[in-house]
Nanobody, 111 residues
Framework: QLQASGGGLVQAGGSLRLSCIASGSIFSRNNMAWYRRGPGKQRELVAFIETGGTTSYVDAVKGRFTISRDNAKNTVDLQMNSLKPEDTGVYYC???????WGQGTLVTVSS
């Protein structure tokens, strides 16, 4: 029901764009989020976007990451700029507050 893509290997300072597509019945009525789990770390909420477009970010990514949604395409994207090695991890899209998760996409930022 959630399909994520867009991860990869990038040098520090570079950019990646993650995308997650959801079924229409899920997407339109729910707030959507991106989480990540870094090596040896717990999963953390990176950003979320409400149905009306209001966004929120963890302090570590503010000013560098942008979450957006396209309600016509049922997609939620995470634009990641000025990437740092500490951004390395598996990124998951999620229907916020539920147990619905995408399969995860690996982001590796080299120094």
């Amino acid at each position: 029901q959630l399909q994520a893509s867009g991860g990869g290997l990038v040098q520090a300072g570079g950019s990646l764009r993650l995308s997650c597509i959801a079924s229409g019945s899920i997407f339109s009525r729910n707030n959507m989020a991106w989480y990540r789990r870094g090596p040896g770390k717990q999963r953390e909420l990176v950003a979320f976007i409400e149905t009306g477009g209001t966004t929120s970010y963890v302090d570590a990514v503010k000013g560098r990451f942008t979450i957006s949604r396209d309600n016509a395409k049922n997609t939620v994207d995470l634009q990641m700029n000025s990437l740092k090695p500490e951004d390395t991890g598996v990124y998951y899209c999620n229907v916020l507050g539920t147990g619905l998760w995408g399969q995860g996409t690996l982001v590796t930022v080299s120094s």
